[in-house]
DNA sequence: TAGATACCTTATAG
DNA sequence: ACTATAAGGTATC
């Protein structure tokens, strides 16, 4: 959910902190959280880890995910072979729900890096603590350990207006009567729908949450990079509000895996350019 | 039921 | 140096 990265570049080690609870189809033993970290070398794979970490490493990178038949079922568009070739290979992440759910309500009007930032925050302020490698670790809250914290504690780690929704989000789930991984039983409406039951989940965090952690792979957030893209390159998609305009850009991109197409384009387009 | 507005905070542009 | 703006929106009128 917030991977560290010791530097930037080639061969960068990412490293995370997986609660059993929320490794769902990891095969996590119970006990403390496992500490994973992982990076690409000479063109493999290679993962460090306090517990056997393959069968996370594939979760959480959805290495089964199979790319080229993703890529065969999109549509033929100018603008999705361009992103596809550009940065083929590139795949989605699958990260646990409940942190997933936190960190895309504190994603409101907020810039990536100060995201990270403020996971960050709340796992070193909130969650267990695990040792490895001579370091300390920390996991992120349970949703217990986040419902216990007060509006003023997540203030003063600079969430802003999201302490509250987080508050209230994470008190939701530690009451038992709901939780974010429910909706992967849902259809893709239904189940976004669902998710803004949450405080501070709109439309556009719901969406977030099923295609980054939930396995709907048809999800295309409707965020100002996309709404631009879709202004330039789609306009006829643009119908005014987001169910409609989400069904048409989902279809545009292809249905079942319009949100990978939408990684990729959104990727291109940031990375090099192409949208106002 | 659509449309406007306030909301925390900070890095970065001008 | 300063102020204005934008940052992968949502809740509440």
């Known amino acids: ?35 994973v970290r992982v990076r690409q070398h000479d063109g493999r794979l290679e993962w460090e880890s306090t517990v056997e970490a ?10 089964d995910d199979d790319l080229p038949a993703i890529r065969a079922a999109t ?30 309500i504190c994603s ?8 990270h930032g403020m996971q960050v925050a ?17 996991a992120f809250p349970t949703p217990d350990q986040l419902a216990g914290a007060s509006e003023a504690d997540l203030r003063d780690l600079g969430l802003g207006y999201r302490a509250p929704y987080v ?14 991984a429910g909706a992967r039983e849902m259809a893709y409406e239904r189940a976004r729908e669902y998710l803004t039951q949450f405080v501070g989940v709109g439309e556009k965090v719901a969406d977030c949450v099923l295609l980054f952690s939930l396995d709907f792979l048809e999800a295309v957030p409707l965020d100002t990079w996309i709404r631009k ?5 789609y306009p006829d998609c643009d119908r005014g509000n987001y169910a409609e305009t989400s069904r048409a850009i989902r279809e545009r991109l292809g249905g079942e895996y319009a949100g990978y197409a939408q990684t990729y384009v959104f990727h291109h387009l940031r990375n090099d350019g ?3």
């Open 1 to 35: 959910m917030y991977a560290e990265s010791e530097q930037t570049g080639g061969d960068a080690w990412y490293e995370t902190v997986v609660r059993p609870d929320e490794a769902e189809n990891a095969r996590l033993d119970e006990g403390e959280p496992a500490v």
């Open 54 to 63: 393959a069968g996370v490493v594939r979760s959480l990178l959805r290495l």
């Open 75 to 104: 549509p033929d568009d100018p603008l999705l072979e361009a992103a596809y070739d550009r940065y083929w290979g590139m795949r989605l992440v699958r990260d646990p729900p409940f942190g997933s759910l936190i960190s895309f």
């Open 108 to 115: 409101a009007q907020m810039r990536v890096s100060r995201i």
């Open 122 to 138: 709340l796992a070193e302020a909130f969650g267990d603590v695990v040792e490895f490698d001579g370091q300390t670790y920390h």
């Open 167 to 180: 508050q209230r989000s994470a008190e939701l789930v530690a009451s038992g009567d709901v939780h974010p």
């Open 229 to 233: 893209t879709i202004a330039q390159y």
């Open 274 to 276: 192409g949208v106002d």
